[in-house]
């Protein structure tokens, strides 16, 4: 299986089984960790299984929770990363301060820029995910659709 199908498979084909059993189980709400796609020329030729993939959870999302689905769009999540057992890197010493130094350019605008907006759209905590996550499966006043990354910044 080719690296492109592969990735596909993961972020497209699994992830709508798992949309479809749940609605089919009567879950009345659904959450989808999706992917903030940066606007560049060529991404989807290198990136193709992923953003593909994204792209059919996404609609199966839609069509399968048009009154209770929500898909997160999160840039670069930052937190600890564990290397080994012996080996954790706190990516929160390089994205925090990058997060702070955004918050004051009108980085949702200039994120659109093709090339470069993608180094202006601000990175994320794991712990602002979680909770943007946990409260749109919970509260039904988190109206369905996408939360971006701005969105996700005020949890």
């Not at 012996?86 to 925090?96: A, G």
């Amino acid at each position: 299986m080719s690296l492109v199908r592969n990735v596909a498979q993961t972020n497209g084909v699994a992830n709508v089984a798992a949309i479809e059993a749940a609605s089919q189980a009567g879950i009345p709400r659904f959450v989808f960790i999706s992917a903030a796609i940066p606007n560049i020329p060529g991404l989807e030729y290198l990136l193709g299984g992923y953003v593909n993939g994204k792209r059919m959870a996404e609609e199966a999302l839609q069509s399968h929770y048009p009154q209770g689905g929500v898909a997160l769009r999160p840039g670069a999540i930052y937190g600890n990363r564990v290397i080994s057992s012996s080996l954790t890197l706190p990516l929160q010493y390089v994205f925090q301060p990058l997060e702070a130094l955004l918050a004051h350019l009108p980085s949702r605008q200039l994120s659109q820029l093709p090339l470069l907006g993608a180094a202006l759209t601000p990175p994320l905590p794991v712990q602002a995910v979680a909770r943007a996550a946990v409260k749109a499966a919970t509260d039904s006043n988190v109206a369905p659709g996408i939360l971006d990354v701005w969105d996700i910044q005020q949890y």
